[in-house]
């Protein structure tokens, strides 16, 4: 006869591969392990190889005997539902990430909005977890007592349960806030997943090699007996087969540890798009294995019942290797679930049961709390587990146990699926719905499992419901088809409430949530940390709105209405990760309320709206996508637009603040969309809210001083209506800047101005020029007539030489007034040459004060020009330098030259010119001095010749800032550039 095994040694070894479990999960928690490896999509879809529970590990033997090929649902539902992962699995991963959901309770409770529907899912889930809980501990203490031959079920179940727990404990709730993932557990049940497949493909492989000796082996002893294999087809047809089929794919949304991994504990989103492979081809090999095991068992004639063969292929063979493999991997299937399911399971009643009843005094540290709670919980829920085992007295097969399990589950896939795709669906209907399933399935399979109810009497049909292998299907069918057409009337005859249709929104695939534009009384995150301090305490109020804060890149000095919003919404996900969105909700609610608008003026946010739209553009097809790529194309015309746009809200929320605005302002929109007007600083904020008060449309010409500058600027306005809040008006502010033109047009009425008092001027010269004519004649004839009389000859030579300068300034007021008439014969001038004349006939008058003429130019420096008229433009500089300077004050003229230009500048030690009249120095006729002194057509004169000269002139006043004196004109003239060395000795020569 076999081997048997002492329990001590198999008690031995369990407590070994626990403590190995142990060692994986520690030193993946210590960082032994390379991120990259726990991280990879590989890890992640073996860690959804929790799965295969003992269940799968021994029962689908057993399935496979009862149902033939049907044992395959197992494996093809699940399979299912991941191969529709992009429509199934990521919208729900999106949800749970972006809220903060960490169990099927948790989305319920948030997307129905309702404390009962996470209570109650909750309550199921326990309920109809427990059978499959007892399944695990029953398989392992049965799977003992084969290989012992000794009943010693309970004590061998409750010290397994012990160490689970421990497990649980130290690896699984080690954080409390769904945001953090427990990598040692993720990295542990992917290790355990390694172990169940390695046992099971390592005895389907011994059973085909070994026990039928290879294929042809096989296929002979399949021809000897036909009948095993028409069995497995038989069955195919019938009901069960499309139940199972429909149980296992819900299974992998509903089922507590599914989610938990799926969702909860996902390190890494991308590696979900592996798993919808991965996980239907690990599942495949394991199923491989299923038939081997099966056929083997049967041609040993093991003496085990069908769900154990994989233990009883070893021991018939009395192979203890096998028969220990065996073990192993079903010990690891099992606790892989139990932990799992538990952890999953103590959060929901945490958030749903726990929380809702007490709350941790703000005084204490939550945190601990939480953790200590969530730690009693476990251990209450793997007791419960223990007791219902022990309830039952071990008398079940696996199947049915399992069976009964997965039914209850599937009550939740309605609720689930509606969460995505029916919008429509409402609390009343889904907590009515959820009732009457769990109803059915509590009549029809749990009481027939624990009471041991030899029928049901149905008077309607006038038949006795017996719960077998055969009829099971109805029950589920019937209870799910309950469940659904409740939860369609309820849902489609009630009413619906605002906030849940706004959750409902959310979870919507491909929906973009929109969120009411409301105000909130906090208006700063100091303000939201003191609010929530109220129910959380200071220290962890502040840490979590600091972690908000951090996790939407907002300053801490944030105080956007929109921003603000943003982090209300943001700390309800992460306190919804912390206590689930229950009391998430309350708190935030409570203790961050808006404003109630006493106006009623309620919008959605355009501005979320539209950075939503951002994230989903790659997801969009079709219409939308076309739709998306006009709206983009829209708002990329406004955002280039070469004018400021800014677009307001009623509440004058700015929605819109484009490039040419930010340009202009020097304010960035980040900063500023979805903040109220008032917020910006001046003097925009003074400029665009008189703006809006004004009746007018258009406001021309505004002056603004920006940074030392003036500014021009053009404002229009338009009322626009908000396009989702029909009847509230908005604003579209433009904002035009004009200075260039301004100043274009002031240039221009300058010059203008000029030319008709140049022409005025001209009048009056050409009237002049007739009497200087006359003196000059007469200076001429009373030379002639005193011949001989030296001093008369003298006088008379001065007058004229006098009146010849009158005619030449009356000349060039003439042309000035003709201003770019000249008939010029541009020559080379040297500077220096003319600034000698100059200097030189300024001494013959000597009327003025003294002062000192310097002569700086370089020799080297020549110009374009008329000699002529240069000297004009250099005697009206230095005599107005000599008038305004102090007796024996310094005059210098200097040159300074560029490759296109020179300067000729007059510097000088006097008065200098008052800011007041700098803009009016040239005009004709304007002067400061004494009447008779000065005639003011100097630097008028200077500026027609210069710009006859296509030169310029600045003046520079004081030009000693330091003692507030002086004066420099620069006058900037075109270079003359010699092309040969030669004509310039030429020039110097004569
Ligand atoms: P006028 O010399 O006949 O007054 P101008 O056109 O030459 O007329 O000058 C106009 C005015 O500009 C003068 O009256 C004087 O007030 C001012 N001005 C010109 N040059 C100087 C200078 N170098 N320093 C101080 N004031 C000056
Ligand atoms: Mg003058």
Redesign the pocket.
């Known amino acids: 006869m076999l081997t048997s095994f002492n329990l001590t040694q198999l008690i031995l070894i369990s407590a070994l591969y626990l403590f190995a479990l142990f060692g994986v999960a520690w030193l993946s928690e210590r960082g032994m392990i390379p991120r990259r490896i726990i991280y990879h999509p590989l890890t992640y879809t073996l860690s959804l190889g929790v799965y295969a529970s003992a269940w799968a590990f021994y029962g689908t033997v057993g399935m496979a005997y009862q149902y033939g090929f049907g044992f395959l649902a197992s494996y093809l539902g699940v399979s299912g539902a991941y191969l529709l992962a992009p429509v199934l699995l990521y919208p729900i991963l999106r949800i749970t990430r972006t809220y903060q959901l960490s169990s099927l309770a948790d989305l319920f409770a948030f997307r129905f909005r309702s404390t009962w529907a996470g209570t109650l899912t909750t309550l199921f889930m326990l309920i109809g977890m427990l059978p499959l809980l007892a399944l695990q501990m029953q398989a392992i203490a049965d799977s003992i007592s084969i290989l012992t031959r000794e009943t010693v079920h309970e004590r061998v179940a409750l010290s397994y349960c012990a160490l689970i727990i421990l497990f649980t404990i130290l690896f699984g709730s080690r954080h409390v806030a769904t945001r953090e993932k427990h990598e040692g557990l993720v990295f542990a049940i992917a290790f355990e997943s390694v172990v169940k497949l390695l046992a099971l493909g390592g005895i389907g492989l011994y059973a085909f090699y070994q026990v039928f000796g290879g294929a042809q082996g096989l296929e002979d002893w399949l021809l000897s007996n036909q009948q095993v294999l028409s069995s497995l087809h038989t069955p195919l047809q019938e009901g069960p087969w499309r139940t199972l089929l429909l149980v296992f794919f819900a299974a992998a949304i509903v089922m507590p540890h599914m989610y938990h991994m799926a969702f909860t504990e996902n390190l890494n989103p991308r590696a979900l798009v592996s798993a919808s492979w991965g996980l239907p081809l690990y599942l495949l090999l394991i199923s491989l294995a299923v038939p081997l095991i099966l056929w083997a068992g049967l041609k040993l004639g093991s003496n085990t019942p069908p769900d154990y063969f994989t233990l009883g292929v070893g021991i018939s063979l009395n192979n203890p290797t096998l028969a220990l493999l065996a073990y192993v991997g079903g010990l690891s299937a099992s606790s892989g679930v139990i932990i799992v399911t538990t952890l999953a399971l103590s959060g929901m009643a945490l958030n749903h049961l726990v929380l809702p009843l007490y709350q941790p005094p703000a005084e204490g540290n939550i945190y601990r709390w939480l953790k200590w709670t969530r730690r009693a919980l476990i251990i209450a829920i793997i007791a419960a587990g223990y007791g219902f085992y022990l309830l039952l007295g071990s008398e079940q097969d696996l199947a049915n146990l399992g069976i009964v399990a997965f039914v209850a589950t599937l009550q939740f896939l309605p609720g689930a699926l509606s969460v995505l795709y029916w919008q429509t669906a409402n609390r009343r209907g889904f907590i009515a719905g959820v009732l009457t399933g769990i109803g059915v399935w509590l009549v029809s399979m749990l009481l027939p499992l624990l009471g041991n109810i030899q029928g049901i009497y149905l008077p309607v049909l006038d038949i006795v419901y017996v719960l077998d292998d055969t009829s099971w299907h109805l029950a589920a069918i019937a209870s799910l088809a309950a469940n659904v057409l409740v939860f369609t009337l309820v849902s489609l005859f009630t009413e619906t409430s605002p906030e849940e249709q706004s959750a409902a929104e959310a979870c919507a695939v491909d929906n973009v949530r929109r969120p009411q534009r409301r105000e909130l009384q906090a208006s700063s995150p100091q303000e939201f940390a003191a609010q929530l301090a109220k129910p959380l305490g200071a220290k962890i109020a502040q840490r979590e709105v600091e972690q908000a804060l951090r996790d939407l890149h907002l300053p801490f000095d944030e105080n956007r209405p929109y921003a603000l919003r943003r982090l209300r919404d943001r700390l309800e996900a992460n306190l919804s990760g912390l206590m689930g969105p229950n009391v998430a909700q309350d708190i935030v609610e409570t203790f961050l309320p808006y404003k109630s608008d006493s106006e009623g003026y309620v919008t959605e946010d355009i501005h979320f709206i539209e950075s939503r739209l951002e994230d989903y553009h790659s997801r969009l097809t079709g219409l939308a996508a076309e739709l998306d790529a006009l709206r983009r194309y829209h708002r990329q015309t406004l955002q280039e637009l070469p004018m400021g746009v800014c677009s307001l809200a009623k509440d004058q929320e700015i929605l819109m603040w484009n490039r040419a605005m930010e340009e202009l302002t020097g304010i960035p929109a980040q900063r500023l969309v979805g903040s109220r007007l008032a917020t910006i600083a001046e003097p925009w904020k003074g400029l665009l809210e008189s703006f809006i008060n004004l009746p007018d449309e258009h406001l021309h010409k505004q002056r603004l001083a920006l940074d030392g500058q003036i500014r021009w600027l053009n404002l229009h306005k338009a009322a626009i209506d908000e396009p989702l809040a029909p009847g509230n008006t908005g604003l579209v502010l433009l904002v035009e800047d004009v200075t260039e033109t301004q100043m274009l047009e002031d240039k221009l009425i300058h010059s203008e101005r000029l030319a008709s008092i140049g022409r005025l001027a001209a009048g009056v010269a050409h009237e002049i020029g007739n009497p200087i004519t006359g003196i000059a004649c007469l200076a001429q004839n009373l030379r002639e007539e005193r011949e001989g009389d030296e001093e008369i000859a003298e006088i008379s030579a001065q007058i004229i030489q006098q009146t010849k300068r009158v005619s030449r300034i009356v000349q060039s007021l003439m042309s000035f007034a003709h201003a770019g008439g000249r008939q010029q014969s541009d020559e080379p001038v040297c500077l220096a040459e003319v600034t000698r004349e100059a200097i030189s006939l300024l001494s013959l008058n000597r009327q003025g004060v003294e002062v000192q003429f310097l002569n700086l130019c370089d020799p080297e420096h020549w110009v374009e020009g008329d000699p002529q008229r240069l000297a004009q433009v250099l005697i009206?500089l230095l005599s107005?330098?000599r008038?305004?300077s102090p007796p024996g004050g310094i005059i210098r003229v200097r040159s300074e030259a560029s490759e296109q230009t020179v300067d000729l500048i007059v510097e000088?030690e006097?008065?200098?010119?008052p800011k007041a009249i700098m803009d009016r120095?040239f005009e004709p006729f304007?002067?400061?001095?004494d009447p008779g002194k000065?005639?003011?057509?100097?630097?008028?004169l200077v500026y027609s010749i210069v710009e006859e000269h296509y030169g310029q002139i600045t003046i520079d006043s004081p030009a000693d800032p330091e003692q507030q004196r002086g004066?420099r004109i620069r006058v900037t003239l075109p270079r003359y550039v010699d092309t040969t060395s030669a004509v310039t000795r030429d020039r110097r020569e004569s």
């Open positions: 009206n107005n330098a008038d305004a000088d006097g008065s200098g010119i120095l304007f002067t400061t001095k000065g005639t003011g057509l100097g630097l008028a004066t």
